[in-house]
């Protein structure tokens, strides 16, 4: 992958323990492998995944593409036991590794080891931040402060009680908001409301009680002030996966 396709992406590192629910996912979906031979895109083939071996973590897989050998005018760079790296699409996260890879003459049957660190990636823009017991998120609309549940450069959603429900209808737009992401402010210039439906949300004095979420959509922004954003949510995300590991460690 290049590396400006890299700084698209935030990258969080999948624990050993969930790498094989990833990789059953991905099996059980026949999702499509994006493979290339590292430091050579021009490699770069997809191939239909056939059969995960969950002991050894190995797709058995086939490629899409008969013309590949012919476009790339080379002997078959997957057929090698080289080191091959991967990409794939889940949901809504890409997942990247890499592994050794052989090719079965007889039964034209590609096999992948993903036996490399393993990564889930999602667009930074559309990376979330979650409030939790490491982040505090809030919301400030004409001088009235919600708590946030989460926040992207896109967007946030937040919590209301339900006598503040009349306060928001769908498609409305507030001007001139701003976020806090532990205690960094940045000004919003539109907030517009996207969906608005009842849920349990946490009161101000930490009690779970019936109200409401409201998603809404950043908009109004240059690039300059969304990477602002972005940079210190991710940041932040960094962060409480450190701590997390710290906690995890001690």
């Given at each position: 992958?290049?590396?400006?396709?890299?700084?698209?992406?935030?990258?969080?590192?999948?624990?050993?323990?969930?790498r094989?629910?990833a990789?059953?996912?991905?099996?059980?979906?026949?999702?499509?492998?994006t493979?290339?031979?590292?430091?050579?895109?021009?490699?770069?083939?997809q191939f239909?995944?056939?059969?995960?071996?969950?002991?050894?973590?190995?797709?058995?897989l086939?490629?899409?593409?008969?013309?590949?050998?012919?476009?790339?005018?080379?002997q078959?760079?997957?057929?090698?036991?080289?080191?091959?790296?991967?990409?794939?699409?889940?949901?809504?996260?890409?997942?990247?590794?890499?592994?050794?890879?052989?090719?079965?003459e007889?039964k034209?049957?590609?096999?992948?080891?993903?036996?490399?660190?393993?990564?889930?990636?999602?667009?930074?823009?559309?990376?979330?931040?979650?409030?939790?017991?490491?982040?505090?998120?809030?919301?400030?609309?004409?001088?009235?402060?919600?708590?946030?549940?989460?926040?992207s450069?896109?967007?946030?959603?937040?919590?209301i009680?339900?006598?503040?429900?009349?306060?928001?209808?769908?498609?409305?737009?507030?001007?001139?908001?701003?976020?806090?992401?532990?205690?960094?402010?940045?000004?919003?210039?539109?907030?517009?409301?996207?969906?608005?439906?009842?849920?349990?949300i946490?009161?101000?004095?930490?009690?779970?009680?019936?109200?409401?979420?409201?998603?809404?959509?950043?908009?109004?922004?240059?690039?300059?002030?969304?990477?602002?954003?972005?940079?210190?949510?991710?940041?932040e995300?960094?962060?409480?996966d450190?701590?997390?590991?710290?906690?995890?460690?001690?």
């Amino acid at each position: 992958m290049a590396k400006e396709d890299n700084k698209k992406f935030y990258f969080t590192p999948i624990k050993k323990e969930d790498r094989i629910l990833a990789l059953r996912d991905l099996a059980q979906k026949k999702e499509t492998l994006t493979l290339w031979k590292k430091s050579d895109e021009k490699t770069l083939a997809q191939f239909e995944i056939v059969a995960l071996d969950e002991n050894t973590g190995t797709f058995t897989l086939t490629r899409k593409e008969a013309s590949f050998l012919e476009r790339i005018g080379s002997q078959d760079p997957f057929a090698m036991n080289d080191l091959i790296l991967f990409k794939s699409p889940l949901n809504r996260y890409q997942y990247f590794s890499s592994g050794r890879m052989s090719f079965d003459e007889t039964k034209k049957l590609y096999f992948l080891r993903i036996d490399h660190d393993f990564y889930r990636a999602e667009q930074r823009q559309d990376f979330r931040l979650d409030s939790n017991e490491y982040n505090t998120i809030q919301l400030v609309i004409e001088d009235r402060i919600y708590i946030g549940i989460d926040a992207s450069a896109g967007g946030t959603c937040i919590g209301i009680m339900l006598q503040e429900k009349g306060l928001f209808i769908t498609d409305g737009v507030f001007q001139n908001c701003h976020i806090s992401i532990n205690g960094k402010r940045f000004k919003i210039a539109e907030a517009q409301v996207v969906k608005i439906w009842d849920a349990d949300i946490m009161s101000t004095d930490k009690r779970m009680v019936k109200g409401c979420k409201v998603g809404l959509k950043f908009s109004g922004m240059n690039e300059k002030e969304k990477e602002e954003i972005c940079r210190h949510i991710i940041g932040e995300a960094r962060k409480e996966d450190q701590a997390r590991r710290d906690q995890y460690e001690n």
